[in-house]
């Protein structure tokens, strides 16, 4: 008689699933709450120590590691020497496993949650046997998930047995298990010791879809999630209409949720091409959408949009006069979910907009990655320093903070200029400084007048102060630090701008 070891945390489909074993001729092994549950099922089933002559002990932590378990997983079944060992000390073949493990994941994920209760769902029995029958699985069926139930039991009933290749799929599986498992605990462990850079970095996803294509057509791509993302990501996102999202749809998406986080007043982010082409505030959220709008009626055609409040009536009938690739918000009204839904083409997602908790930027070189800490830092305006005789007028320095917030969102070399409400022109992703300001100016146009700049980096010579006062600005915010600052100073001077330095750094590659 076949036997099977059946031991989850996961008891969904376990009682069909085991019944059926029991018909196709399997003796079934269990421990613990399974056990417990098969038998109330009316199977029969074998205890553990009944395997074992051995008590489960130390609070269930010593139960299947043992020799009568892990040899029977273990044996070659090509090997006579093995056959000769196995019989000698009366141990019996485990032909298949079914195991899945302690809920480390969603134990560490509720709220107050103390060290001894994450220790305490951290599995070894499980993963040994799983690793086990894995490594064995010329002979042993494992099973981790129960989505493979079904085809597994095909194979029985069809050929007695199941296939090689089959066998060799649910292995793989199995190791990305407990790999994960293990980078899991890993990561909560070396966190808690408050290491920042391991030498060893274990990262785990999970498969949150597949895409028809990557950046362009000719390349494959997935999304795959954070086991414990948080609320405010793009992972946790309800989508309420629209065609399932693409790989560039969410790196634009992703970009303007970091931007749209940064204000407590109603705002709204319009986004291209992972730089933001619009962003506004208001009193409400359709005088904020407007005011995106209007920074930049042309590139917000096809765009992503994000917002910090519901999407009422008079935002939606806005959004729908123009093509929008995607507008997400926290929330969307009645009225408002009738009229955007009417448009085939738009995504609409809901979602928490917050900073939510710290994370790093992962990014992929040849042969390695790049981590780094993202740059959530949080400046303090009160240790500005005014470099120019000429200090901001209030209204000048609400509108420079609010370009401060915006510039470090956009590609370097990076200009921003705008008002205390909106952005005018924004000038990303240029080779030199001043030809990203030529670009802010131009498409601010005749509204440059009286408006303020942001530069994400330093000034490294005072061309770009001069553009901007021919242009009509009048305040900049910038990090200082060149050895040419004064050369910046003395032409804000010559043109009476004000001008402050922040001492933090904006690039953005």
Request: hydrophobic letters at 45%; aromatic letters at 6%; proline letters at 3%.
């Amino acid at each position: 008689m076949k036997r099977a070891l059946i031991s989850v945390s996961d008891k969904t489909g376990i009682v069909d699933f085991t019944r059926e074993l029991i018909s196709l001729g399997y003796e079934i092994i269990s421990t613990g709450g399974t056990k417990r549950a098969l038998l109330d099922a009316g199977l029969p089933v074998m205890g553990i120590e009944e395997v074992t002559e051995f008590p489960e002990m130390l609070d269930g932590r010593v139960k299947t590691l043992h020799p009568m378990i892990h040899g029977g997983l273990l044996f070659r079944r090509d090997l006579p020497e093995h056959g000769k060992q196995i019989e000698a000390h009366g141990i019996q073949p485990i032909d298949l496993v079914c195991v899945n493990l302690y809920p480390f994941q969603e134990t560490i994920a509720k709220t107050g949650v103390t060290l001894d209760e994450a220790i305490e769902n951290i599995d070894i029995g499980g993963p040994s046997m799983l690793r086990s029958a894995a490594k064995n699985y010329a002979a042993v069926t494992v099973l981790v998930d129960a989505a493979d139930y079904g085809a597994v039991l095909t194979e029985l009933r069809e050929a007695g047995d199941t296939k090689r290749e089959t066998r060799e799929k649910l292995a793989a599986k199995v190791f990305r298990h407990t790999a994960a498992y293990d980078a899991l605990i890993a990561s909560y462990l070396t966190e808690l010791s408050g290491e920042a850079f391991p030498e060893k970095l274990t990262l785990t996803y999970n498969l949150q879809s597949e895409m028809r294509y990557g950046e362009n057509p000719h390349q494959q791509a997935a999304f795959y999630a954070e086991p414990l993302a948080d609320a405010a990501s793009l992972a946790k996102a309800k989508q309420l209409h629209g065609k399932v999202l693409s790989y560039n749809n969410i790196r634009d998406a992703d970009a303007a949720l970091k931007i749209v986080a940064e204000f407590k007043q109603p705002a709204a982010v319009a986004v291209k091409h992972m730089n933001p082409c619009g962003i506004g505030t208001g009193n409400s959220i359709e005088e904020a959408f407007q005011k995106a709008f209007e920074a930049d009626e042309t590139s917000i055609f096809g765009g992503i949009i994000a917002l910090n409040r519901e999407v009422n009536r008079e935002a939606a009938l806005k959004m729908s006069e123009i093509f929008l690739e995607i507008v997400i918000a926290p929330s969307f009204s009645k009225e408002a979910l009738e009229i955007l839904t009417k448009k085939k083409n738009i995504r609409l997602l809901e979602l928490e907009i917050s900073s939510g908790a710290r994370y790093h930027d992962v990014t992929s070189v040849r042969g390695g990655l790049l981590v780094q800490d993202c740059n959530t830092f949080l400046e303090d305006s009160e240790s500005y320093e005014v470099m120019t005789d000429r200090a901001p007028t209030d209204e000048e320095l609400e509108a420079l903070l609010f370009q401060w917030k915006i510039v470090k969102h956009v590609k370097s070399n990076a200009i921003v200029v705008g008002n205390a409400k909106m952005t005018l022109g924004i000038g990303a992703g240029q080779m030199n400084r001043i030809g990203a300001a030529e670009i802010a100016f131009r498409q601010a146009g005749e509204k440059a007048a009286g408006a303020v700049l942001a530069s994400d980096a330093f000034f490294p010579m005072d061309d770009t102060v001069e553009a901007a006062a021919k242009a009509g600005i009048r305040a900049i915010i910038q990090p200082g630090g060149s050895i040419k600052d004064q050369a910046s100073i003395d032409m804000a001077n010559k043109y009476g701008l004000a001008m402050i330095k922040t001492n933090v750094r904006h690039f953005k590659h």
